[in-house]
């Protein structure tokens, strides 16, 4: 007896149908105790396949995003959803994913106990049929009561960002340096993190010598790359958008 049986929706009849048919016939027993059935992946409303020509493999849409993102653009649908796959819905899961690793920012988690309340509505969400879709939409709750956080030093905050990394873990996410995510190399913007560090000293200079208009120009030139840049009291930091 197989615990858990996956396949897609089209296979249910006849093919997993005859399955158990043959199976319990042959042995008496339960064939399989979950049958999890996933939706097809679209494209332009079609069903992704190699007969209809219209797929991409891993290794080429992993040439354009993070192995993260596309796990994150997989996990916000139900797994019995179809999932439309197209840049537009995959720069919107980069950009999803980008929130809540830029809310773990410099926030120290070690040796901070979990907010078991938040823990339990993880578990209750996944005990739904596997409903990622709804523990990720409490990932961006957490999130929220996050950025809300004054002082990122305080109890409440190092637990909440606690919770967060640990909640992510479990579907595979937020396990990177949030600072690595975030500054991490993007081959169509064409700026290494040197190049983004040397412009943003050149910035820095530029606003201490009272040349604003120079500091506009190098802000607007790393905003047209999507290169956001954040000022605080402690000094600037920027993330990929």
């Known amino acids: 007896?197989?615990?858990i049986h996956g396949g897609g929706q089209d296979l249910q009849f006849p093919h997993h149908e005859n399955e158990i048919a043959q199976s319990c016939g042959a042995t008496g027993k339960p064939f399989v105790n979950l049958w999890m059935h996933n939706g097809f992946v679209r494209l332009d409303?079609?069903?992704?396949s190699k007969s209809l020509d219209n797929f991409f493999t891993v290794r080429e849409i992993l040439k354009k995003y993070q192995a993260e993102v596309v796990r994150f653009f997989i996990l916000s649908s139900h797994y019995r959803s179809p999932l439309n796959y197209s840049d537009a819905n995959l720069n919107e899961a980069k950009s999803a994913l980008t929130r809540l690793y830029t809310s773990?920012?410099?926030?120290n988690t070690v040796d901070m106990k979990y907010l078991d309340d938040y823990v339990q509505r993880f578990i209750e969400e996944m005990n739904d049929d596997f409903n990622t879709r709804e523990a990720i939409t409490l990932l961006h709750e957490i999130t929220h009561?996050?950025?809300k956080e004054e002082d990122k030093t305080s109890e409440r905050a190092r637990g909440l960002a606690s919770t967060l990394k640990h909640l992510g873990g479990i579907l595979g996410l937020l396990q990177d340096n949030p600072e690595s995510f975030l500054t991490a190399e993007n081959s169509d913007?064409?700026?290494s993190a040197g190049m983004i560090n040397q412009?943003?000293?050149?910035r820095t200079t530029a606003k201490q010598n009272k040349d604003y208009a120079r500091a506009d120009e190098i802000r607007d030139q790393l905003s047209e790359q999507g290169i956001i840049i954040e000022d605080s009291a402690t000094g600037t930091v920027w993330r990929r958008s």
Do not use: A, S, Y
């Open 1 to 3: 007896t197989f615990d």
């Open 45 to 48: 409303d079609e069903k992704m």
């Open 104 to 107: 773990l920012r410099n926030v």
């Open 145 to 147: 009561e996050l950025n």
């Open 189 to 191: 913007d064409g700026f």
């Open 199 to 202: 412009l943003i000293e050149e």
